[in-house]
């Protein structure tokens, strides 16, 4: 009989665990903490949707449209796709449910998305990210607190020391197309010089040249024309309420005129925290303002702003996670004492006691089963204890024993 091969993980994806674990649920309930503090609320959407809806939000030319979505058609017909990113679904579920009587409406969401990409440090196939999103403002103040959210996060999760928030004007639609006309009749004038790549998009995203990789592009790119000659008053005023509100909260930032945003409905505000602590691929926590999304997907004009992080991403940044061990672990010993030690753990546990059982082994290798789980006592119930009413109680830090009678557990275990 041919031995059957155990199964391996679809390429791209992980299964988390142990300290990785740790450091990824950290992540996600400090963001879930801070987000209150904002008064952001909570979103959950369908891990997939109609293709449509991220083919327009995102451009049928885009890379992650045209080659990297989990696209699949279903047993009725229907093109869906796995969502490669949030914001188009939060949009679509906004149009879809109505919610346009609550703006501003600020939502935040976590989970798992989907790219078929090449999976390197801290990218995966299926990957994680934190997203947040404030829709139907389009004041700057909108944006400066969207960012002072993301900066907080990353102070509380204590991994600010050496990210720096990138910040960028796009300009409003008017300095946009100007901007984007001159960076065409720039790098047509040098096309032939351009990389293969950069030649296709001179095509479809002129903008998206300005931060490519390749050697052959980069003094081209960096010769290209700035947006701030092509700005308007009014985009200039609103970059300027963006970054005196920034300065007024503490926030700080440095200017990058090269960070753009290819597709053609975002404005304004793009940003991007950044570190050299993850190799090349440096950005963390990245956002902008979207304010013509809503409209490419059928709705009405509504101004927007967003970031979204990867959760794998910055875990990797934590220190050490510190994992508090159990209150307690129960080592019963005799007849009857497992099922005392049970229901002892039942009643401390709804009390908010945390605890586990070393139920296996000699008495030596269950002592080293609670020193392994950083355990802060050890209560020992045997057959002379469960007679007396009592347990025998060991301070792992101390060394400490006692015996606590049955009823004052609690009390022992959190003095």
């Known amino acids: 009989m041919a031995k059957i091969q155990t199964p391996q ?11 990785d674990q740790e450091r ?4 996600i309930e400090t963001f879930e903490r801070v987000r209150r503090l904002y008064g952001f609320k909570g979103v959950e959407m369908p891990v997939f949707e109609p293709t449509a809806v991220f083919a327009r939000s995102l451009g049928e030319t885009t890379d992650v449209v045209s080659k990297e979505m989990y696209s699949f058609e279903d047993r009725g017909g229907d093109s869906l796709t796995l969502r490669p990113e949030f914001t188009a679904g939060i949009c679509r579920a906004f149009l879809s449910n109505g919610w346009q009587q609550h703006v501003p409406l600020k939502l935040a969401a976590h989970g798992p998305l989907f790219r078929y ?7 995966y196939r299926q990957f994680h990210q934190l997203d947040a999103e404030i829709i139907g403002a389009g004041e700057a103040a909108a944006d400066v607190e ?3 959210f993301a900066d907080q996060l990353l102070k509380e999760l ?8 990138q910040l960028n004007t796009l300009g409003d639609a008017e300095s946009r197309d100007a901007w984007r006309e001159a960076l065409v009749e720039h790098f047509q004038a040098h096309k032939a010089e351009l990389s293969e790549d950069s030649q296709d998009r001179l095509e479809r995203n002129p903008l998206r040249i300005l931060d490519s990789k390749e050697r052959q592009d980069r003094s081209i790119a960096d010769a290209a024309p700035d947006i701030d000659a092509y700005l308007s008053t009014e985009a ?18 440095v200017r990058n005129s090269r960070l753009v945003r290819g597709l053609d409905y975002y404005r304004h505000t793009a940003f991007e925290f950044v570190t050299d602590r993850l190799g090349a691929q440096g950005t963390v926590l990245a956002g902008g303002r979207y304010d013509g999304l809503m409209e490419s997907l059928g709705g009405p004009h509504t101004p927007a702003v967003g970031w ?4 794998e991403r910055l ?15 129960f080592i019963p010993l005799g007849d009857g004492c497992e099922a005392a030690a049970m229901k002892l753990m039942g009643e401390l546990r709804r009390s908010g006691i945390t605890c586990d059982m070393a139920y296996k082994g000699n008495m030596k290798k269950r002592m080293q089963k609670a020193n392994a789980a950083g355990a802060a006592h050890v209560v020992i119930i045997g057959e002379n204890e469960l007679a007396n009413g009592v347990a025998a109680v060991k301070n792992l830090a101390t060394g400490d024993q006692r015996e606590i009678v049955l009823g004052g557990l609690a009390e022992a275990l959190t003095a």
């Open 315 to 329: 875990g990797m940044l934590l220190d050490e996670p510190v994992v508090a061990g159990p209150d307690a672990i």
């Open 236 to 253: 200039k005023e609103f970059f300027a309420q963006v970054t005196e509100g920034l300065d007024a909260c503490g926030v700080a930032w």
């Open 24 to 27: 990824f649920q950290h992540v």
């Open 146 to 148: 969207l960012l002072c």
């Open 158 to 165: 204590g991994i600010d020391d050496g990210v720096t928030l």
């Open 9 to 19: 993980p679809v390429r791209g994806t992980q299964d988390i665990f142990g300290e």
């Open 308 to 311: 979204a992080a990867g959760i």
């Open 117 to 123: 990409e090449r999976p390197q440090k801290g990218r």
